[in-house]
């Protein structure tokens, strides 16, 4: 099998996906989608790449990061055209960086969420606010790995921060604050039916964001089964076969904060000692041929 693994910038996760897939004699080719260009006729949709034409995929598996995802989504979207497998579909790409669709999806589908409001309205900040008790987290509905958070401890600082985001021409979340998981909340690495890893993540010093790209720390750490069937259930409302899942244990139960498309492997991998890339490809080509095998017989 040929698989295509769609990337900007090859680093551990890459290296450790292409491993695993060589190990199983499976051919792997490094597609950096920014240099990807698409062409469309008739039935006969194409991506080319470094002046080749890559119409002999089996499989692809993105890993498409913020910045260009629209670009990254519409290569994937292409490949779809082409009947090449992939885990990571490209609506379901595009529906993780949209925070508020994300957070609407996962309500519809019952799974537990922080309280959240949307909004750009500035004039009404104590409306805004009258529902949640300080202090509050605000967020750039575009933000990603901590990035854009902010936590206001009271109205007036929360008042400075949404009229700033405003200045700057952005939609903002303002999510309640849960106390009980200050500065903590637990990766659950979904691959299929199953979770496969999970560590907790802990923040650095007093930072209430625990988010191991602002410096935190992570330890490994076992499910209960209602944390599994959270993590599995946000999973499926994303559409996301293969993705991170980012939750946080409170008074009521495990809240999820965020599913992500792209979960890199080096941190999981490394503190829980799994080998979690051996599980990507397994499922990868299990669907693959899967795919393969219907196509054939319905030919």
Known sequence: MKI???????????RR???????????VVTVKYPECYVE?????????????????LDAIIPRVMPGMTNYGAAIIRQFEMMGVYTPVKSIALTRT???LRSLQLLSKAGVGIPRTIFSRETDRVDELLSGL????????????QGNGVVLAETKKVAKSVIQAFYVNDTSFLIQEFIKESAGTDIRAFVVG????????RQSLDDDFRSNIHQGGSGTAIKLDEAEKRVALRAAKAMGLPICGVDLMR???GPLVLEVNSSPGLEGIEEVTGRNVASKIIDYVEMNAKRRNKKDKIGA
């Open 4 to 14: 295509g693994i769609i990337t900007r910038t090859p680093g551990y996760t890459v």
């Open 17 to 27: 996906l292409r491993e695993e897939a060589e190990r199983r004699d499976h051919e």
């Open 40 to 56: 469309i006729q008739q039935d006969q949709p194409d991506v080319h790449y470094r002046g080749t034409v890559l119409n002999d």
């Open 97 to 99: 960086r949209d925070k």
């Open 133 to 144: 008790e300080m202090p509050v987290i605000i967020k750039l509905a575009s933000g990603t």
């Open 193 to 200: 039916n199953t979770v496969v890893a999970s560590m907790k």
């Open 250 to 252: 409170s008074d009521r």
